[in-house]
């Protein structure tokens, strides 16, 4: 058997305009037209508004119909087909353009349905078809958009920004975050305030009692004195003596320990005063002494 496809479908090449007479952006028009990509662009706005649908309830829903027909229009056909065209004249030579016409019209090579017949394929009355191979501008289109072939692939990659939401999903991370500084930062204060407080409160309540401790000091000296004046007359006993001196030796340890606790709060007001802020990374950038009395 043998493939007959000739007389009919040759005359079609002599019949031919040649396109590069054309501008590129008409030749990028025809081809356009012609691999029909404004089917293929019909669908985008649908499949924009579907891809919305899983924000509903996260979003207003006016903001979602704004987005929805901003779409409509945005992805229109008639909006993308200027830049498309565009892109096609740009990006591909006139030659190139011509040949993807040609093929798609089938004016270079063989076109259209071959015939196969059986015997030598010469004469038809003794030579009956026995099968057809699938040919011509139809049959192309057929095999383009339905993948028939694996090595020819087509892609349209469209970006178009929504809005500002990137720039404000930002504004507002930067406000929450300023608000958790300045929380922080009231925090850190209160701290602040609350040690060197309680320190100043230790200082006063220690220095009172050192007071107390000096004045039952004193006490108990002018009472040791007065045992041993009656003692001396015969008016008291040795052991009222002892026991007043006992009492002084106690005032004084009191009192020993009154200006101790004292000078330990002085020394911890001091530490809070100089290493808290150290510690909490805070910077002091004039600072005023003071003595406390």
């Known amino acids: ?10 005359a079609t090449a002599i019949l031919s305009v040649p396109a590069t007479a054309q501008t590129p952006l008409e030749l990028a028009e025809r081809l356009y037209e012609r691999a029909a990509i404004a089917a293929q662009l019909a669908p985008i706005p649908a499949q924009f508004a579907q891809g919305l649908e ?16 901003g779409g409509k ?8 087909r200027g830049g498309i065209v565009s892109d096609i004249a740009r990006k591909m030579k006139p030659d ?17 349905t071959q015939l196969i017949r059986a015997g030598t394929g010469v004469g038809q009355a003794n030579n009956p078809i026995t ?9 192309a289109l057929s095999s383009l958009w339905g993948a028939g072939f694996p090595r020819w692939t087509v892609q349209l990659n469209v970006s178009y920004p ?24 009231r925090q850190v204060e209160l701290q602040i305030a609350t040690e060197v407080t309680n320190a100043a409160v230790a200082v006063q309540s220690n220095i009172e009692r050192v ?24 008016m008291s006993t040795n052991y009222l ?3 007043a001196q006992r009492d002084l030796a106690t005032a004084q340890n009191n009192e020993l320990q009154a200006i101790l606790n004292y000078r330990n709060s002085l020394v911890e007001l001091d530490r809070l005063q100089q290493t808290t802020l150290q510690n909490l990374n805070v910077t002091v950038v004039g600072t005023a002494t003071s003595a406390i009395r």
């Not at 058997?1 to 040759?10: D, F, I, Q, T, V």
């Not at 899983?54 to 027909?69: N, S, T």
């Not at 229009?73 to 993308?80: D, G, M, R």
């Open 162 to 185: 929504l809005g500002n939401s990137s720039q404000e999903v930002n504004v507002a991370r930067s406000k929450i975050q300023l608000n958790q500084a300045s929380a922080q930062m």
């Open 96 to 112: 190139d353009i011509v040949k993807t016409l040609d093929w798609l019209d089938g004016l270079v090579g063989l076109g259209g």
């Open 54 to 69: 899983p924000y509903r309830g996260k979003m207003p829903d006016e903001v979602i119909a704004a987005l929805v027909e």
């Open 241 to 243: 003596v002892i026991q």
């Open 1 to 10: 058997m043998k493939l007959l496809s000739r007389a009919a479908l040759a």
């Open 131 to 139: 099968g057809t191979v699938p040919g011509g501008y139809g049959d």
């Open 211 to 234: 007071q107390a401790a000096v004045s039952a000091r004193e006490l108990a000296q002018q009472q040791l004195e007065a045992e041993r004046s009656k003692f001396q007359v015969g």
């Open 73 to 80: 229009k945005s992805f229109a056909e008639e909006a993308l």
